[in-house]
Nanobody, 115 residues
């Protein structure tokens, strides 16, 4: 079993920045693909950014050029740097760990961007 704990959410004005972090309870980062997803009220959960165990990244179209995902394998932590935030970025953000035989989710952290 793996626990993922997110932190760094909060309230920010449009144009501001936040940095989310997700720490795993045990060392999985050397072989897990990690991702950040978000879900706004009334909408489906969507991929925000992903990073493979080899360090290859991908981003949702709406965040390209504004968000950056990174990982620190030694600390079992993945980060999401969010810049130039917009009100439409408001959502609960979830960390995901995708292993060969299982997938794990964090509890979510709220990000609210005011206009």
């Amino acid at each position: 079993q793996v626990q993922l704990v997110e932190s760094g959410g909060g309230l920010v004005q449009a144009g501001g920045s936040l940095r989310l972090s997700c720490t795993a309870s045990r060392n999985i980062f050397s072989f897990a693909n990690m991702g950040w997803y978000r879900q706004a009220p009334g909408k489906l959960r969507e991929l925000v950014a992903g990073i493979t165990h080899g360090g290859i990244t991908n981003y949702g179209d709406s965040v390209k050029g504004r968000f950056t995902i990174s990982r620190d394998n030694a600390k079992n932590t993945v980060h999401l740097q969010m810049n130039t935030l917009k009100p439409e970025d408001t959502a609960v953000y979830y960390c995901n760990a995708d292993l060969v035989n299982a997938a794990y989710w964090g509890q979510g952290t709220q990000v609210t961007v005011s206009s």
